[in-house]
């Protein structure tokens, strides 16, 4: 199985400011790497997938690169519906695995 | 408006079943493969099952193979997760979600909000 693993757990940021939220595989999945956005009450969101690539109606402010084993997410200009919990998953391998989230707060 | 809506969630006894839906709108779930994910408190989002558009392909977690088995019905836009002999680590909140079309897309593009699950005695 594959391990995701993401950083900071918790990041503190005031509105307008960016974030950059990092996630790490265990072994290489490629370009095969998703972001998830997690707001409390709502449906999750699919943010990025092919490591890079936004989905649907996701806005600019919102980009992500890396292949490998090392990814990255950055949300600038932060906006109040920014603020969620973060998830990276990987799609290389089954099973299909997540990290444990990052916390994005208002600082 | 395309959305997934779960339910049959609540309370049950471990060792007891429970049989969790989610219902599609707005789009045709028969030509989507679906899954269901959890969202464990304090560990974080663990993906559960799949099945194919058809059910001719179903792919499930090791810990979780024989006690969660996954099934649908197009005609009734529906999926559904039945949970047998839960444990009380199975708590979470569980969703559906609908795998984006494309062969090597692994990923889900549209989620429900959720049905909670709680196991205790």
Not at chain 1, 19 to 25: D, E, G, P, V, Y
Not at chain 1, 26 to 45: E, N, T
Not at chain 2, 22 to 38: I, N
Request: aromatic share 10%; with cysteine.
């Amino acid at each position: 199985e594959i391990v995701m693993m993401q950083s900071p757990a918790t990041l503190s940021v005031s509105p307008g400011e960016s974030a950059t939220l990092s996630c790490r595989a265990s072994q290489s999945v490629s370009s095969k790497l998703a972001w998830i956005q997690l707001r409390p009450g709502q449906a999750p969101r699919l943010l990025m997938y092919g490591a890079s690539t936004r989905a649907t109606g996701i806005p600019a402010r919102f980009s992500a690169s890396g292949s490998g084993t090392e990814f990255t997410l950055t949300i600038s200009s932060l906006q109040s519906e920014d603020f969620a919990i973060y998830y990276c998953q990987q799609y290389t391998n089954w099973p299909l695995t997540f990290g444990g989230g990052t916390k994005v707060e208002i600082k | 408006e395309v959305q997934l809506v779960e339910s049959g969630g609540g309370w049950v006894q471990p060792g007891r079943s429970l049989r969790l839906s989610c219902a599609g709108s707005g789009f045709t779930l028969g030509d989507y493969d679906m899954h269901w994910v959890r969202l464990v408190p304090g560990k974080g989002l663990e993906w559960i099952s799949g099945i194919s558009w058809n059910s001719g392909s179903i792919l499930s977690e090791d810990s979780m193979k024989g006690r969660f088995t996954i099934s649908r019905d197009n005609a009734k836009n529906s999926l559904y997760l039945e949970m047998n002999s839960p444990r009380p680590e199975d708590t979470a909140l569980y969703y559906c979600a609908r795998r984006m079309t494309g062969d090597l897309n692994w990923f889900f593009d549209l989620w429900g909000r959720g049905t909670l699950v709680t196991v205790s005695s």
